[in-house]
C-alpha cells in the first residue's frame, strides 16, 4: 500500500529557511507526479508546487521565486525548499502522489494519495 511520510516541520521566525521532506512507499515513485499542498486554520487545502516525474516543476504565485520543489528518485523522496518564510505561510503541508492515469494538477483530485502532513510555524 502507498505510505507518504512527511518530516521537516517546526517553528521558525520570520525571513528562516525549512526544507520538508516527504518518503514515499508502496509506489514506484519516479513515475508518480508528487505535490505539496498546505492548509491554514479555518481555510481551505491549496496547492503549492508539484513536480513531475520528468522533472519539471510549477508552483503556487504566493511561493514562487521562495519554495523550491525537488524529488530524489533514488530514495524515493520529494523535498520542499521553503526560503525567506513569512507568517502567511504558516499552515499544515501535506505530501500528495499522483499515478501515471491521474492529471496532477493544482487540484487535490489529482493525487488519491495523501501524508498525514507536518506543521510549518512562522512567526513575526
Known amino acids: 500500500q502507498v505510505q507518504l511520510v512527511e518530516s521537516g516541520g517546526g517553528v521558525v521566525q520570520a525571513r528562516e529557511s525549512l526544507r520538508l521532506s516527504c518518503a514515499a512507499s508502496?509506489?514506484?515513485?519516479?513515475?508518480?507526479?508528487m505535490g505539496w499542498f498546505r492548509q491554514a486554520p479555518g481555510k481551505e487545502r491549496k496547492f503549492v508546487a508539484r513536480i513531475w516525474s520528468g522533472g519539471s516543476t510549477s508552483y503556487a504565485d504566493s511561493v514562487k521565486g521562495r519554495f523550491t520543489i525537488s524529488r530524489d528518485n533514488a530514495k524515493n523522496t520529494v523535498y520542499l525548499q521553503m526560503n525567506s518564510l513569512k507568517p502567511e505561510d504558516t499552515a499544515v503541508y501535506y505530501c500528495?502522489?499522483?499515478?501515471?492515469?491521474?492529471?496532477?494538477?493544482?487540484?487535490?483530485?489529482?493525487?488519491?494519495?495523501w501524508g498525514q502532513g507536518t506543521q510549518v510555524t512562522v512567526s513575526s
Open positions: 500528495a502522489a499522483s499515478p501515471p492515469d491521474y492529471y496532477a494538477g493544482t487540484s487535490l483530485s489529482g493525487y488519491p494519495y
Open positions: 508502496g509506489v514506484i515513485f519516479n513515475r508518480y507526479a
